[in-house]
């Protein structure tokens, strides 16, 4: 089915900013929804951010207001912009690609992950 290749991660300050990229190839053609999920040892999975074909967009609640997701259905890419980044963001992000955002977590398929580190 879809390969997911993730890019963009990295260690930045409390404040700073990252793009997370991830880009889709082989068959997309039952992807209509595509989103970003973080993990950190010892917390679970989480929802950060997804986009259905539509446009229609979901947020976790802890990155309301500072995290965009954006699309190129072009290139079958998404865009995680991260702004004023906090200690609590370091994880592990993951794309996932899936026909509905509800979907996601069981039925997705995953990227191999991109690690954040928020530090001073």
């Known amino acids: 089915q879809v390969q997911l290749v993730e890019s963009g991660g990295g260690s930045v300050q409390p404040g700073g900013s990252l793009r997370l990229t991830c880009a889709a190839s082989?068959?997309?053609?039952?992807?209509?929804?595509m989103g970003w999920y973080r993990h950190t040892p010892g917390k679970q999975r989480e929802l950060v951010a997804a986009?259905?074909?539509?446009?229609?967009?979901k947020y976790g609640d802890s990155v309301k207001g500072r995290f965009t997701i954006s699309r190129d259905n072009a290139k079958n890419t998404i865009y995680l912009q991260m702004n004023s980044l906090k200690h609590e963001d370091t994880a592990v992000y993951y794309c996932n690609a899936a026909p509905f955002i509800a979907l996601m977590l069981e039925h997705g398929t995953w990227g191999q992950g991109t690690q954040v580190i928020v530090s001073a």
């Open positions: 986009i259905n074909n539509g446009g229609t967009t």
């Open positions: 082989g068959s997309a053609f039952h992807v209509y929804a």
